[in-house]
């Protein structure tokens, strides 16, 4: 364990280096996380302001919501998107046999090669997002705390998803299609699962489980949420999370190398 936390150490510092050559793309990154930002509490406004409201849901309850969510889009950004992303192009150019060398778990290596500090705006902008609606709400810092349990296994839910749609790469090596599909459905945690029609909270909740990604955890940190949930969001993460790791096994044996 502690020579994986020395590589990933190794890793990220390299990357940083790396990118932090080309310093204005943060600047724009920020702007563009702003601009995303704003035009998100913009959509957000139009339902609100003639005194509609998602069932239960107050407006600086609502901006909970939306401040997980931006918080998880700059998680994806950071973390997810440059490393997950590229497990397509290391099928298609063959350097996938490269990483399958190293006497390191290929699934570690390709999970955590990379850091992208472009995505650390929406990291900083979400949790302000949170903390200022958190106090008009007058939450206390258990409540943040509390709804770090059920938000960690969303992030979970989260990367078992995408890594499992990027091992499908090893038979459909075009797949960057369906992760844009996965992305933008994600779009749907902007807003409380109560937004949607019945039939879209069912499909959000059991078959692509938007739901124990902000709403669940937003329902946490406002003290509303029922046991059984936070516990299915704990069940449904190990599931997915061990089914990441049978699957990617499963896809090697299928793996032709470049050099065969």
Not at 211 to 222: K, N
Not at 243 to 250: K, L, M
């Amino acid at each position: 364990m502690q020579r994986y936390f020395k590589i990933l150490r190794l890793f990220w510092s390299t990357a940083i280096a790396t990118e932090l050559e080309y310093r204005l793309n943060f600047l724009i990154a920020t702007i563009t996380s702003i601009a995303n930002l704003v035009g998100s509490l913009f959509g957000l406004f139009l339902f609100y302001r003639t005194g509609y409201t998602f069932e239960g849901w107050s407006w600086s309850e609502a901006t909970i919501v939306l401040g997980l969510f931006t918080l998880l889009q700059g998680f994806s950004a950071t973390f997810l998107v440059p490393n997950l992303n590229s497990i397509v192009k290391q099928v298609e150019q063959g350097t996938l046999d490269f990483v399958l060398l190293k006497p390191i778990s290929s699934q570690f290596w390709l999970s955590t090669k990379t850091i992208s500090p472009w995505g650390l705006p929406d990291l900083f902008f979400g949790t302000i997002l949170i903390v200022y609606a958190g106090n008009k709400l007058g939450l206390t810092w258990h409540d943040y705390l509390a709804s770090l349990i059920p938000l960690s296994f969303g992030i979970v839910i989260l990367y078992s998803l995408w890594f499992i749609l990027g091992a499908t790469s090893i038979w459909f090596v075009k797949v960057y299609n369906v992760t844009e599909v996965l992305r933008g459905l994600l779009e749907a945690g902007r807003y409380p699962i109560v937004a949607y029609p019945a039939v879209y909270r069912f499909f959000f909740t059991f078959v692509v489980p938007v739901a124990f990604l902000t709403t669940i955890p937003a329902q946490t940190m406002l003290n509303r949420s029922e046991i059984i949930w936070t516990f299915g969001a704990v069940i449904l993460a190990l599931i997915l999370f061990s089914f990441s790791i049978f699957f990617w096994r499963f896809a090697l044996r299928f793996y032709t190398s470049a050099s065969s």
